[in-house]
């Protein structure tokens, strides 16, 4: 079975800073992959970036990062220069290499960008 | 933006009738899913699809059963609504790749009283 722990119900950030929300997964796959979806107050799941457990650099998107340490099963979301439209909830996720296979969700962690 | 639709946007029902939500994706790809979201779960798997009439279940399907005549329509049916089923429920669509990534659609939001 997978499970994702997202610890960080809440956090704050000021614009410009950038911020860490922390995703710890535990799973005894080998192939995997790991994503992060971000949703704003209107509801719809935003997929964000995607990091797969072979990949040997981290992912990068834009403003987004993907902090993929595999030995410590984490894979922490770096956004940097946080803006206000950044303000969300934003869900890990995983999911193991192979068709069909569902998408285990954390319960997420509710960003606030503050001016 | 992947091309998925789902309807109606909200509903709302009473305990014991039937509910019907319908996906519908414009980029004929063969996977199809259905997730609940529900304050402290994150999205859990209901049923899901891997071709037209091909269907199996998730972690959360009792209550539930799907159908999908064509590629492009996925539907949740709720037999006998409950209000326990009171939720925002999400399509998701992927090309069934072994490391592809689920887009989904805006979510319904349903109300059982």
């Known amino acids: 079975a997978q499970k994702i722990t997202q610890t960080q119900p809440g956090m704050f950030v000021q614009e410009k800073e950038a911020v860490t929300l922390d995703c710890t997964y535990d799973?005894?796959?080998?192939?995997?992959?790991l994503f992060w979806y971000k949703q704003p107050s209107s509801g719809e799941m935003i997929f964000l970036i995607y990091q797969g457990s072979y990949d040997e650099q981290n992912a990068t998107e834009g403003r987004y990062s993907l902090n993929f340490q595999k030995a410590r099963k984490s894979a922490n979301l770096v956004i940097s220069a946080s803006q206000l439209g950044d303000s969300a909830m934003y869900f890990c996720?995983?999911?193991?290499?192979?068709?069909?296979?569902?998408?285990?969700f954390g319960t997420g962690t509710r960003l606030q960008v503050t001016l | 933006d992947a091309g998925i639709t789902q309807s109606p946007r909200h509903k709302v029902t009473e305990t014991g009738t039937p509910v019907t939500l319908r996906c519908h994706q414009t980029e004929n790809h063969r996977y199809m899913y259905w997730y609940r979201q529900d304050p402290g779960h994150g999205l859990r798997l209901i049923h899901y699809s891997y071709g037209v009439k091909d269907t199996d279940k998730g972690e959360v399907s009792d209550g539930y059963s799907v159908s999908r005549s064509k590629t492009e329509d996925f539907l949740l049916t709720l037999e006998s609504a409950t209000s326990s089923q009171t939720s925002v429920y999400f399509c998701a669509i992927s090309e069934g790749l072994s490391t592809d990534t689920q887009y989904f659609g805006p979510g319904t939001r349903l109300t059982v009283l």
């Open positions: 996720a995983m999911r193991r290499f192979g068709t069909a296979s569902k998408l285990t």
């Open positions: 799973t005894s796959d080998q192939s995997y992959g």
